[in-house]
């Protein structure tokens, strides 16, 4: 929960800050909205990174106007002055003004102080939690402004009609789940097999869900050998499963690695012939039903590696998010020992596989990489 929630409220600051400009402005001013890198008082210039990840210098003179403004306003009331030498490193900070041959030329600077973004991501992860859903999406109905989703988590395989009319919509970039890195979407972006989260309250007969913010993406788990580790390129070369094809998985900060214990693959294999069993109704009705077991949460529990933990030969899960270049791929989350995994479902000799593999991997490594309650 906590990576989503901290780049759901990365944008609710973004959406807050630009919406505090007075309507009454007749002359058309440029906006930039980042978080501050670097600030210089004797050139009166604030460095920001902004939310589209450039660094601009941002230059300040005698008549630029600095607001103060608390976590969670959306308009200028609760403003309160400000001086230039107490903007600080990693303040949010709006800017409006216009480009001149200096530069970005600041008319007024709307400043959110570090420890009030603090405060804000609090609020904001409570409130995701609390009233946050996650899900695959199922049925997409763009007209009626209506998405179906399978829910994940809390109420697990059941689907959920989301109303969308009044909900701002997000759309994770290739290889980044931050999301000051997603840019604005609509729901013609959302289709049927994207993960998504949403924000909002169920309606009055609890039938429905009423949305007032939701990311989505599409993103994909394959199969993977590894041939060689790179570890001063942060890279992976390897060839998938499935096809044999090779590709380079690219490994950064964001990206998360585990290991997958012996015991744990064990009891994954037993969840996927569980699985395969129930798919097989025959079978499923001489055999009792499998306890239920979340893959990716005891993944997920596992204690995280390093990538040069990993050698040559192991075979990884790996999960990314879908793009045209089936080449490379940028890994969000790694799982390696998925070998003992196999081993452990091998049949017997003489004897067909009975578990379905989707890209070389058993179909109950279906990851999500959105978190949900």
Not at 55 to 76: F, K, V, W, Y
């Amino acid at each position: 929960m906590k990576c989503v929630a901290l780049l759901i409220f990365m944008c609710a600051i973004a959406t807050g800050l630009n919406e505090v400009t007075p309507a009454s402005a007749q002359e058309k001013v440029d906006s930039l909205v980042g978080a501050v890198t670097k600030v210089d008082i004797n050139a009166k210039t604030v460095t920001l990174k902004t939310d589209g990840g450039a660094a601009i210098s941002i230059q300040a003179d005698q008549n630029t106007i600095c607001l103060r403004l608390p976590a969670g306003e959306r308009t200028l009331s609760k403003a309160t002055p400000a001086k230039l030498d107490e903007i600080a490193v990693n303040d949010r900070v709006l800017a409006h003004g216009a480009k001149t041959d200096r530069g970005f030329l600041a008319q007024r600077l709307i400043v959110m102080p570090a420890t009030e973004v603090a405060r804000k991501r609090e609020h904001d992860l409570d409130d995701w939690k609390r009233r946050g859903i996650g899900g695959i999406v199922r049925d997409v109905n763009a007209q009626n402004g209506e998405i179906t989703l399978e829910l994940r988590g809390t109420g697990a395989g059941a689907r959920l009609p989301i109303k969308t009319k009044s909900a701002t919509f997000r759309r994770y970039l290739p290889g980044s789940l931050r999301f000051e890195d997603a840019r604005a979407s609509q729901i013609a972006e959302v289709h049927v097999g994207d993960q998504l989260r949403a924000l909002g309250d169920k309606s009055a007969e609890s039938t429905t869900f009423i949305a007032e913010q939701i990311v989505s993406g599409a993103f994909k788990t394959i199969g993977v050998s590894i041939t060689a580790v790179d570890t001063a390129k942060g890279q992976l070369t390897a060839a998938t499963l499935d096809q044999k094809k090779p590709i380079t998985i690219f490994v950064n900060n964001d990206s998360v690695l585990h290991r997958i214990s012996p015991a744990v693959a064990n009891a994954i294999a037993q969840r996927a012939k569980g699985e395969s069993a129930k798919s097989a109704p025959a079978q499923a009705a001489a055999k009792p039903s499998q306890p239920v077991i979340d893959v990716q949460q005891m993944i997920d529990t596992l204690p995280t590696i390093a990538l040069g933990d990993i050698k040559p030969g192991e075979v990884l899960a790996v999960t990314g998010a879908v793009g045209d270049d089936d080449a490379h791929l940028v890994a969000i989350k790694v799982a390696a020992g998925v070998d003992l995994v196999l081993k452990a479902l091998a049949p017997a000799p003489g004897k067909p596989q009975t578990v379905r593999l989707s890209a070389g991997l058993p179909a109950i490594f279906d990851f999500s990489v959105i978190p949900v309650n």
